[in-house]
């Protein structure tokens, strides 16, 4: 049974660049949540989709924008990138079904911003 | 929002020792988890223990709701041990979790 699965692994970007990380979520899952992780602090919500619309937002610039596919795998892009973008990247999902609304974490992707 | 403060912020154990990481927090929840983040960012989820109490091996962790905090507790502490346990928790209106600062254990051999 394959977990949480994200790519790319790690990613160096410029300054203005746009980035494109993608997220699968564990098998039987249909919800996804992204979370920034800046160095030394705990991950900070971006938005969770459900039935491919955003359900939730944090408080993050529209640059950061989703996506959620029939197949319920997500992707985060984010515009214009600023140095203070950088950080982990972490996917998580969970499910509807059931009563247990436990998420699980992908190994995240490293963004870094010259 | 809700808010979560985790206590100690750092932890020094010596191999075989026994230790409590307390969270609390700020308004009913949904659902609150711990996990263990290793040195390579990955999150390990340890216990989804909204009330009530739970063990796993070596550790176990218990969630007071009504008093608005969990504990988890870590026994015969190992090197393996060492890193960051974070508290995250799903406020009753929400569908994020809002994470602790963390603490940050070093377990020595």
């Known amino acids: 049974d394959a977990g949480v699965t994200q790519s790319p692994t790690h990613l160096i970007k410029t300054r203005g660049q746009q980035v494109t990380l993608r997220c699968s979520p564990k098998?039987?899952?249909?919800?996804v949540s992204w979370y920034q992780q800046a160095l030394g602090q705990g991950p900070q919500f971006i938005f969770q989709y459900y039935e491919e619309e955003e359900r939730q937002r944090g408080n993050f610039p529209d640059r950061f924008s989703g996506h959620q596919f029939p197949n319920y795998s997500s992707e985060l892009n984010v515009n214009a990138l600023l140095l203070g973008d950088s950080a982990l990247y972490l996917c998580?999902?969970?499910?509807?079904?059931?009563?247990?609304?436990?998420?699980?974490f992908g190994p995240g992707t490293r963004l870094t911003v010259l | 929002g809700i808010q979560v403060e985790q206590s100690p912020p750092d932890l020094i154990l010596q191999e075989g020792a026994n230790s409590t990481l307390r969270c609390n927090f700020s308004?009913?929840?949904?659902?609150l988890q711990w996990f263990h983040q290793n040195p390579w960012g990955q999150l390990i989820n340890l216990f989804y223990i909204p009330s009530g109490t739970k063990q796993n091996g070596r550790l176990s962790a218990t969630t007071v709701a009504t008093e608005r905090y969990s504990l988890l507790y870590i026994s015969s502490s190992q090197t393996t041990d060492s890193g960051v346990y974070f508290c995250a928790v799903e406020g009753a209106n929400d569908y994020k979790l809002s994470f602790g600062a963390g603490t940050t254990v070093t377990v020595r051999a």
């Open positions: 098998s039987g899952h249909d919800t």
């Open positions: 998580a999902s969970s499910s509807t079904s059931g009563t247990w609304n436990e998420q699980f």
């Open positions: 308004d009913s929840v949904n659902n």
